[in-house]
T-cell receptor
Framework: ETGVTQTPRHLVMGMTNKKSLKCEQH?????MYWYKQSAKKPLELMFV???????ENNSVPSRFSPECPNSSHLFLHLHTLQPEDSALYLC??????????????FGEGSRLTVL | LAKTTQPISMDSYEGQEVNITCSHN???????ITWYQQFPSQGPRFIIQ???TKVTNEVASLFIPADRKSSTLSLPRVSLSDTAVYYC?????????????FGSGTRLSIRP
């Protein structure tokens, strides 16, 4: 139990569907992240929210839309996805401003399959 | 950010000590060396971090030579449950966690 909970754990959707991934952190952190992990590829940072403001967006296609209503919750809204978007989507949180390097706390991920 | 190089994969047997070496030739003075572990279909988790010499916790030991251009993660008496991908990262002090870049890691397979 990492203190970061992701739902659903598994999702299968068609290319015309609209779905959302949810992440909740119980650690009191002030930053949340979405990462994508495709088979045999390194983790890719998609979005960063710090103090509920989006601070980074690494050129992610607009079919992925993040939402951070408060510091404990993060959503990734999905629409008109492509089969190549099938991957493990990981949510993470951190407490920015720590003395040493920021440590990331990851959820268990949402395994997305796009048909 | 300093680039890291580590073996793509390693195999070992239960009960053995496993050492995974990472090179980071361009490490800066204010960089910390951090290792994460990722089990299949789970997110990575932080296991150990160090600046120099040796750091030990309940999971692993981290050995860093004086020149800090490499580091070795040591897992004592591994079990099947230590099968995972291990990532070596170099991160500047006081930096945002958003600056952490994960490479391909080392895929460790433990056999009975």
């Amino acid at each position: 139990e990492t203190g970061v909970t992701q739902t659903p754990r598994h999702l299968v959707m068609g290319m015309t569907n609209k779905k959302s991934l949810k992440c909740e952190q119980h650690l009191g952190h002030n930053a949340m992240y979405w990462y994508k992990q495709s088979a045999k590829k390194p983790l890719e940072l998609m979005f960063v929210y710090s103090l509920e403001e989006r601070v980074e967006n690494n050129s992610v296609p607009s079919r992925f839309s993040p939402e951070c209503p408060n510091s404990s919750h993060l959503f990734l809204h999905l629409h008109t996805l492509q089969p190549e978007d099938s991957a493990l989507y990981l949510c993470a949180s951190s407490q920015e401003g720590q003395v040493t390097t920021g440590e990331l706390f990851f959820g268990e991920g949402s395994r997305l399959t796009v048909l | 950010l300093a680039k890291t190089t580590q073996p793509i994969s390693m195999d070992s047997y239960e009960g053995q000590e496993v050492n995974i070496t990472c090179s980071h030739n361009n490490i800066a003075t204010n960089d910390y060396i951090t290792w994460y572990q990722q089990f299949p279909s789970q997110g990575p988790r932080f296991i150990i971090q160090g600046y120099k010499t040796k750091v030990t916790n309940e999971v692993a030991s981290l050995f860093i030579p004086a020149d800090r251009k490499s580091s070795t993660l040591s897992l004592p008496r591994v079990s099947l449950s230590d099968t995972a991908v291990y990532y070596c990262l170099v991160v500047p002090e006081y930096s945002s966690a958003s600056k952490i870049i994960f490479g391909s890691g080392t895929r460790l397979s433990i056999r009975p």
